[in-house]
């Protein structure tokens, strides 16, 4: 048989905040054990009844007591069989403020998985002087409404949580200069790495002599100088391949109707191309991430006359 003893200063359920503020307790014990203290003193205190008003089962409610064991705000005592009983007795004392270590190892024993269920258990409960009087309510009623309390309260627990956890890490984040350095020097690794493949593969791709590759501003349109020298060698000569290089290259198809090749800036397809083509026009920027071969003739036109 096991009882419970509920050690707190007031029958009402405003109770002391101590085991809220426990950063190593698990969410589940502090819902448990809040939930334990707000229950009024003739309710019936066992593993049974806590499962009845629960949506966990026997082996997490067992798992829940021994953590609050663990942080002494649970010590349960192991009692001798009475006298024509084959059962032994537990005594479940649970504190609104945890125990100091050298008292919780007293008779302190694990909660136990065998022998608990059907079990009828009383409550004895410590309380001081001047404690209200509450006027209790048949036990299927009660449970249902507690049910819904805890539910209710462990749905809101969670929400803050998450929004808890996920502060921890955006803050982490923002002020951790470790990550900052550790992710840039993996974007800067990578880049080399994307670098050595393309050189290397330089060797193995031919030039293609009548193949021009087109960008304008990183590819964000056909436009500006590299559009009028596209347009003027479509106009005059269908000897050469021409491609252009596009952020968003399906905004842009009505320009295969012109014998003009689409690929997409920074794709793999666009390294090949890049490679590959004999002449480079650009109006931007050149970054010397690659630099072109030996043999090709690339052509910066910026974009200040011409367009």
Not at 17 to 31: F, I, Q, S
Request: proline fraction near 3%.
């Amino acid at each position: 048989m096991a009882v419970f003893k509920v050690n707190k200063n007031n029958n009402y359920t405003v109770i002391s905040n101590t085991h809220l503020k426990e950063r190593k307790m698990t969410l589940k014990a502090k819902g448990l054990l809040t939930l334990m203290l707000s229950l009024p003193p003739d309710w019936d205190y066992s593993i049974e009844g806590l499962i009845s008003i629960c949506v966990e089962g026997e082996r997490a409610i067992n798992s829940t007591l021994n953590e609050l064991k663990e942080f002494g705000y649970l010590r349960i005592e192991k009692l001798p069989p009475r006298k024509g009983k084959n059962q032994f007795e537990y005594i479940y004392n649970i504190y609104e403020k945890p125990l100091k270590k050298e008292e919780r190892q007293l008779k302190n024993v694990e909660v136990q998985n065998v022998g608990l269920q059907n079990v009828k258990v009383q409550s004895e409960v410590v309380q001081n002087e001047g404690q209200l009087k509450t006027n209790t309510l048949n036990t299927k009623e009660l449970n249902t409404k507690l049910l819904n309390t805890y539910s209710l309260f462990m749905e809101k627990w969670n929400e803050l949580a998450k929004e808890c956890e996920l502060s921890l890490i955006k803050s982490f984040l923002k002020n951790s200069s470790f990550i900052y350095y550790a992710c840039k020097g993996i974007v800067v690794y990578s880049l080399l790495m994307l670098r050595g493949i393309i050189y290397f593969l330089s060797f193995l791709i031919p030039l293609k002599s009548n193949r021009i590759l087109f960008r304008a501003y990183e590819g964000r349109g056909y436009t500006c100088n590299p559009k009028a020298i596209s347009e003027y060698i479509l106009n005059h000569t269908n000897e050469y391949e021409i491609v252009w290089a596009f952020k968003e290259p399906e905004k842009f198809l009505y320009l295969q109707e012109k014998n003009i090749k689409l690929v997409r800036v920074y794709s793999i397809k666009y390294y090949y191309y890049y490679i590959s083509s004999s002449v480079l026009i650009f109006n931007d920027f050149w970054s010397s991430f690659i630099n072109p071969r030996k043999k090709q003739i690339f052509i910066n036109t910026w974009h200040g006359s011409g367009g």
